[in-house]
Structures are given as C-alpha cells and as structure tokens.
C-alpha cells in the first residue's frame, strides 16, 4: 500500500495569498496517478486536479498541481473566502490500493 | 449530467449486517468503475473498494480493512451500486460515498453522491 503524508497539517493564510500544500507518497506513484480534492464542511469531495496536474472540468486556473515521483504540490494562488476548505491528496496507481493523504485544512489567518 | 444516489444508511449493532444502494443515471452504468469511500466523523477519507466494469471483466478489490467482511457488486440493467457490509465493527462508523470517475482516469473521482450516514452502535 501507498501511503500518502499531507505537510502542514493546518495552513493558516489571509485572503489573496498563495498557498502550497505537499503530499508525499511511501513509493514512486506511477503514471503520476495523483489526484487533490477540496472538501468543505457537510459536502462531498469535489476533484480538483488528476494525472498530478491537470484540471477537473470547471475547476479554475488559480488551482494548480505539480510533482512527480513521490513528491506532489497543490498551489492556489489568490485565495478567496470560498477556498478555505479541507484538501486531501490521493493516489490511484494501478494494482495498489487507492489510498488518501491525511488532508490539510486551509483556514482563514 | 451524471447523479449518483446512495441509500439504506442506519444504525446497527456491533457485529450486525447493513446493506447500502447507489442509484446511478446520466452514465454509461455498466463500463463505469464504481467505488465507495467512507469518511468518519470529523476524520479524512477511506477508499473502501471498487468494482470495475464490464469492460474489464467487473474485477473487485477491496481496503484491507473491510476485505473479508464488505462485498461489492452491481446490477448494470438496473444502473445500481451495492454494498454488503457484515460483521460490522464501531469503527465502520461513517458516512458512505458512491464515487466514479472517468476517462483514462477512472480512480479520480469527479462524481460524488450526497453520502448515507452508517452508525454501528449498541
């Protein structure tokens, strides 16, 4: 099994700035199998970025993913009030368990 | 546009069955690969399993920790998503998603339903 670690925990920053979130996985996740969620409270997880760094259909340019290997980052730029939220990598390679990173929350400083 | 439905959340004993439904439309049902993943109070998400499709031959897998105790299956002509979960332990507590994905990236989820709350209480 993969297993996904989420840095920070918590990340607390004012609207308009920029946060980076990292998700480190045990092993290298092939084909870049690496997916972020955004989840606010009493919702379902909503996809924001698949294949480490391309966009779910609607999901605007201010989010955007990186990485490869074992190493992976999440960037917003510009926060606005509806991002801060909870964001939760996750690994789907093939023949493993998908598996999901521990979340960061993002709150407002 | 593709909805996904889950019903048949409750409270149950420790040790007892539930069985959740995932009601699917706006999808080609039977190619879909189709997973649930749980979420305990105020705790992250768990990937509980998946079914694949017809496609490619309805192959299930299953977390480690539900393996043996929860079954997947699916009724295609019915457009329906199942979940058998027996044995059930306090720490099955959870909200339950139905969850699919598509593309070449099926295990990215981009459909979510609303989620069935399960509480295994005595």
């Known amino acids: 099994e993969i297993v996904l670690t989420q840095s920070p925990g918590t990340l607390s920053l004012s609207p308009g700035e920029r946060a980076t979130l990292s998700c480190r996985a045990s092993?290298?996740?092939?084909?870049?199998?690496l997916a972020w969620y955004q989840q606010k409270p009493g919702q379902a997880p909503r996809l924001l970025i698949y294949?480490?760094?391309s966009r779910a259909t609607g999901i605007p340019d201010k989010f955007s993913g990186s990485g490869s290997g074992t190493d992976f980052t999440l960037t917003i730029t510009r926060l606005e009030p509806e991002d801060f939220a909870v964001y939760y990598c996750?690994?789907?390679?093939?023949?493993?368990?998908?598996?999901f990173g521990p979340g960061t929350k993002v709150d407002i400083k | 546009e593709v909805q996904l439905v889950e019903s048949g959340g409750g409270l149950v004993e420790p040790g007892g069955s539930l069985r959740l439904s995932c009601a699917a439309s706006?999808?080609?049902?039977?190619?879909?690969?189709m997973s649930w993943v749980r979420q305990a109070p105020g705790k992250g998400l768990e990937w509980v399993g998946r079914?694949?499709?017809?496609?490619?031959?309805?192959?299930?897998d299953y977390a480690a920790p539900v393996k043996g105790r929860f079954t997947i299956s699916r009724d295609d002509p019915k457009n329906t998503l199942f979940l058998q979960m027996n044995s059930l332990k306090t720490e099955d507590t959870a909200v339950y998603y139905c969850?699919?994905?598509?593309?070449?990236?099926?295990?990215?989820?981009?459909?979510w339903g609303q989620g069935t709350m399960v509480t295994v209480s005595s």
């Open positions: 969850t699919t994905g598509s593309g070449w990236h099926r295990d990215a989820f981009d459909v």
């Open positions: 706006g999808v080609t049902f039977s190619d879909a690969w």
């Open positions: 079914i694949k499709g017809k496609i490619d031959r309805g192959t299930i």
């Open positions: 092993q290298t996740v092939s084909s870049r199998y």
């Open positions: 294949g480490a760094s």
């Open positions: 996750q690994q789907y390679a093939d023949s493993v368990p998908v598996t």
